[in-house]
């Protein structure tokens, strides 16, 4: 199956500080999603981004589908930032495979 | 839009009891839904795949008499742990996929399942 790679594991940040995440995957998908896992649980859609660049807000993403890797920027950061960050990726029709996370910590 | 509502947020069950976790897509039709287990400080792990009107596909290693699930409508899933034990206890998740040519889930909030 897809092996799913993210790094930093943990990152610790200042508020107003900038980062960038990584989402490294095995194999071809056309479904990439990036999610952020509040402290309560809830997993909250950040991005659906199979190939491309898209933003929102202080948050951006961009896949380069050919290379398999996706990066998450976050910038201008606030401590309800905070939170495990995943990026999960498929196959069209099939199952998500999940990464490991990255546990970010925004200190004030 | 594209709500998906899991209920309830949190059980506590005695040893031998059964538990139902119910999934509903508010505001969409979903095709297929997924339940996922999480450990503490670990990633999601999808436990089985249910489309709408047929029997769900379990992932290797799960208890398909254990873990019963039942997509019965467009907008609801349910999953029930029978005879729950203590290992049971974890954090159960759904999500949906509707009918639109992407293949964006949406997921629920999340069940926290304690067995004593």
């Known amino acids: 199956g897809i092996q799913v790679e993210q790094s930093p594991p943990d990152l610790i940040l200042q508020e107003g500080a900038n980062s960038t995440l990584r989402c490294n995957f095995s194999?071809?998908?056309?479904?990439l999603q990036w999610f952020h896992q509040n402290p309560w649980g809830q997993l909250i859609n950040l991005f659906y981004?199979?190939?491309g660049t898209k933003q929102n807000g202080r948050l951006s993403a961009t896949t380069v589908a050919t290379e398999r890797y996706s990066l998450l920027y976050i910038s201008s950061s606030q401590t309800t930032d905070s939170g495990v960050y995943f990026c999960a990726v498929g196959v069209s029709g099939s199952r998500l495979t999940f990464g490991e996370g990255t546990q970010l910590t925004v200190n004030p | 839009g594209a709500v998906v509502s899991q209920h309830p947020s949190r059980v506590i069950c005695k040893s031998g009891t059964s538990v139902k976790i119910e999934c509903r897509s508010l505001d969409f039709q979903a095709t297929t839904m997924f339940w996922y287990r999480q450990f503490p400080k670990k990633s999601l792990m999808l436990m089985a795949t249910s489309n709408e009107g047929s029997k769900a596909t379990y992932e290797q290693g799960v208890e398909k008499d254990k873990f019963l699930i039942n997509h019965a409508s467009l907008t609801l899933s349910t999953l029930t742990v029978t005879s729950a034990h203590p290992e049971d206890s974890s954090f159960y998740i759904c999500?949906?996929?509707?009918?639109?040519?992407?293949?964006?889930?949406?997921f629920g909030a999340g069940t926290r399942l304690s067995v004593l």
């Open positions: 999500s949906a996929r509707g009918t639109t040519l992407e293949n964006i889930q949406y």
């Open positions: 981004i199979p190939s």
């Open positions: 194999d071809s998908v056309n479904n």
